[in-house]
């Protein structure tokens, strides 16, 4: 019998006061889906440095994905961020959930300074624009866990060229607004919504456009 390939989705615990995290929303709303030949798995990630990546690499080992979706509150942004680059650095603007805040060290001591996503960035950004999604390309996905998460993941997918990965930022829920008044909200089942395309897309092997996207500043 044939396996199903399967599409891992990681989201993050609440952190810096917040009640909810949109990301882990997502990720167990999604759970156990059939999207596009693949079965979606779930995994919940402290928001702490010290254990995140060893919760993200015991989920790797666990499930052994063809596609990695590790997804993340922006709670200043008003549309689905597709993060583009994942840099070698830990600098928390704020202290984790178990109080900790490491200031300008890196992710992986020796590691790459940086590398760069293996989803097809612009592609969803268009292919979410095209169903009425606010989406926007990322140069940045900061420098706390998220961005420990992004590197970490693909760190640890070096060996491993064939699995797509990537990291996916996502607005505030609604129930948040009142935390992030610069932000525009996004409702939960528009944030499924958008996802479920995310996995069929990445999932098809579609390739990137090729059209500007960079930014001047």
């Known amino acids: 019998m044939t396996t199903m390939p399967t599409v891992l989705l990681t989201g993050f615990e609440p952190f810096d006061g917040e009640a909810v995290n949109p990301s882990w929303e997502v990720a167990r709303t999604l759970d156990g889906e059939r999207i596009a030949g693949t079965r979606v798995v779930a995994a919940r990630l402290p928001c702490v440095f010290a254990t995140a990546l060893p919760a993200l690499d015991a989920a790797l080992e666990r499930h052994r994905p063809a596609v990695v979706l590790a997804l993340g509150l922006a709670g200043s942004r008003s549309a689905i961020g597709v993060e583009r680059v994942a840099v070698n650095l830990i600098d928390a603007r704020i202290a984790d959930n178990a ?19 293996r989803l097809p960035v612009k592609a969803i950004v268009a292919e979410l624009r095209a169903a009425g999604i606010a989406a926007e390309p990322s140069l940045s996905a900061g420098s706390f866990v998220c961005n420990q998460v992004f590197y970490g993941l693909l760190h640890a997918l070096r060996d491993r060229p ?5 990291f996916v930022h996502l607005p505030p829920l609604p129930v948040q607004a009142a935390r992030h008044p610069g932000s525009v909200a996004m409702a939960l089942d528009e944030q499924c919504r958008a996802l479920r395309r995310v996995i069929a897309l ?6 990137e456009l090729r059209v500007p996207g960079g930014r001047l500043d």
Do not use: L
């Open 99 to 117: 109080g900790a805040q490491p200031v300008d060290v890196p992710v992986v001591v020796g590691g790459a300074p940086a590398y760069f996503t």
């Open 162 to 166: 064939g699995v797509a990965a990537g």
């Open 202 to 207: 990445v999932a098809s092997g579609t390739a």
